[in-house]
């Protein structure tokens, strides 16, 4: 069992953020779910999915939401007592999904202004996954210079692009495609789409 951080920000593509953690928990991993305030927001506009501030509240929701109680947590954003905040508890992996381009500027600057910031901070300094799915387009060139720099750093950059080799039919087969690519990066097995070549 990992221990994965799934933050989602105010970037479109909060769908991509749901499926992920009810694909990991299905996978029987433990999941700590962290959100911000525009992540929030856009959450409930694309989603209808109305969290509270509240964290006892969010997390009481999110478990309910995902039919799970004993493997989701959630932290408040400005909860620097969090585990995932400290390196000696670092989760094995991070994941921003969707993960906006000022939230992707301020890790890049090596910011730690909120829980989301440090916990993918913590990732870096401690040698374990960040994974970044930005979900933005077009990139101006401070976009693909911020990027970069994580991808440096250490960080995998996996924009939410999905493949069309294994013919979509649904906007849930577009979604799965894109979670499924962050799952195989998490090394966590899935059958969200056939592979290149599984047919031959």
């Not at 694909?23 to 029987?28: I, R």
């Not at 997390?59 to 954003?77: G, I, S």
């Not at 910011?111 to 913590?122: G, I, T, Y």
């Not at 300094?125 to 799915?133: A, C, I």
């Amino acid at each position: 069992m990992k221990k994965i951080v799934v933050g989602i920000t105010g970037a479109s593509g909060s769908i991509y953020g749901l499926r992920l953690i009810a694909e990991l928990l299905a996978a029987d991993h433990q999941v700590s779910v962290l959100l911000t305030n525009a992540g929030r927001q856009v959450t409930a506009f694309e989603t209808g999915l109305k969290l509270a501030e509240d964290a006892p509240m969010c997390q009481a929701q999110l478990q309910e939401h995902f039919h799970c109680t004993d493997k989701l947590r959630y932290y408040a954003n400005d909860d620097f007592f969090a585990p995932v905040a400290s390196g000696s508890s670092a989760p094995d992996a991070v994941v921003i999904c969707p993960c906006s381009m000022g939230t992707a500027g301020r890790i890049a600057a090596g910011l730690s202004d909120n829980l989301l910031e440090r916990a993918a901070d913590v990732a870096l300094k401690e040698q374990r996954q960040l994974v970044l799915v930005p979900r933005e387009t077009p990139f101006n060139q401070i976009h693909l210079e911020n990027l970069l720099r994580l991808a440096t750093a250490g960080g995998t950059i996996l924009p939410a692009m999905p493949g069309f080799y294994h013919h979509p039919q649904t906007l849930d087969d577009l979604v799965a495609f894109v979670v499924g690519k962050i799952l195989d990066t998490l090394g966590v097995p899935h059958q969200l789409f056939k592979p290149w070549g599984a047919d031959r």
